[in-house]
């Protein structure tokens, strides 16, 4: 991609603004160094409208005559990791990294506000700025689209980015459709009896129930949900236990399920209550199922889809392939149309081939300026 001249000045500042985000990583809803970072770039491109909702801030530049209302997105929050990247910018902060991405994704949408702000005699859209925070926890977006961010100026489309290093750097995957999966992250809770672990029969196991159960969640998948379907339950995390001869009463166990279809999921849900039900008369231990983050399916709107092809070059568009990981970007689409864009990363010959997550996760910051070029290039075109 030749990235315009306007743009390119930019650069600087961009990767200035990235750097700070990366030294300095917040988490779920406390991102309060982040987003008064954010307010201050804001006020200082003088921005129309500048708002603080559920945690995240909301920025509006206006057009003359609009003839539409466009949105951006960017992720404020950082993940719970002790980063070995070896970066001179390293985080600051123990325990904290920003492993996913997010730093580029609010350096790109600052980049652009820059842009638009420069330029805002050429809009044809009132262009919304939204930096969210909590995407790797319970999920900003959802608290966010009911304080009203996608209203006043009313959102006609939205669009964001995630950072992927399983794409090319230079490269855009895009599909239509389905693009990430719908997540919920569960926990199961089981009470037995405890009793001696040389007089078994006095008590109810909850190891051996859950034991039971984690092979009996799988089969779920294999033998309820339809083999074309693409699912997975995962159990990540199980405790349970006092001691060595004791048989546990209280076992607690983790997971997750992931499927592109939601009627699938409520399937499921019903299908693990089922077993807990069965749990209790074969084990005499009681289960409950509790529901922790939900996230729908990221679904791109086919007509946008079609529109940004269109407009972006066939050089750098690649049809992306639906991925297991998921986004609370999915709730804005299920109020208006919208696109999650992945942003190619993958740079063997600057090592950055680490996956999202990784403690030594690192991008080319010549992204960033893709990044921009490509939400100017809806601005303009759209």
Not at 34 to 56: A, M, P, Q
Not at 72 to 82: H, K, T, V
Not at 105 to 133: C, K, T
Request: aromatic share 8%.
């Amino acid at each position: 991609m030749n990235i315009r001249d306007d743009v390119y000045v930019l650069k600087d500042r961009v990767v200035k603004h990235r750097r700070w985000f990366h030294q300095y990583p917040e988490l779920d809803f406390d991102v309060e160094k982040t987003r008064e970072y954010i307010i201050n770039e804001l006020e200082r491109l003088n921005f129309h409208k500048i708002e603080t909702l559920s945690g995240g801030v909301k920025g509006v530049i206006y057009a003359k005559n609009s003839i539409s209302t466009l949105a951006f997105r960017a992720d404020m929050d950082a993940l719970a990791i002790e980063e070995k990247s070896g970066l001179v910018f390293s985080s600051k902060i123990s325990g904290r990294m920003h492993a996913c991405g997010h730093d580029g994704h609010m350096a790109i949408l600052l980049g652009l506000a820059e842009w638009v702000s420069l330029n805002r005699d050429v809009l044809r859209h009132n262009i919304v700025f939204i930096f969210q925070p909590a995407e790797e926890t319970t999920g900003g977006a959802l608290p966010m689209i009911e304080a009203g961010v996608l209203k006043e100026p009313k959102v006609d489309a939205i669009f964001a980015f995630h950072i992927f290093p399983h794409i090319e750097q230079g490269k855009l995957g895009i599909r239509s459709g389905p693009l990430m999966a719908q997540t919920a992250e569960f926990d199961i809770y089981l009470k037995g009896k405890s009793s001696h672990g040389a007089m078994p029969h006095k008590g109810a196991d909850g190891i051996v129930a859950a034991s039971h159960l984690v092979c009996a969640l799988q089969s779920l998948v294999t033998r309820r949900v339809d083999p074309l379907e693409t699912t997975l339950i995962s159990i990540g995390h199980m405790e349970g236990g006092t001691e060595r001869n004791v048989l546990a009463e209280n076992v607690l166990l983790e997971g997750i399920i992931r499927t592109f279809n939601d009627e699938t999921y409520n399937l499921l849900k019903e299908d693990i209550k089922d077993l807990l039900k069965g749990l209790e008369l074969s084990h005499g231990v009681k289960g409950k199922f509790e529901e922790i983050t939900y996230y729908p399916v990221v679904y791109n709107d086919y007509e946008l889809v079609n529109r940004l092809k269109k407009i972006l070059s066939d050089e750098i568009v690649v049809d992306a392939k639906p991925v297991m990981i998921a986004e609370d970007f999915s709730y804005y689409q299920r109020e208006i149309p919208g696109v999650l864009i992945l942003l190619g990363a993958r740079n063997k010959n600057h090592g950055h081939v680490y996956p999202l997550h990784s403690n030594k996760f690192n991008f080319d910051e010549e992204i960033l300026l893709i990044g921009i070029q490509t939400l100017l290039d809806i601005v303009l075109k759209f």
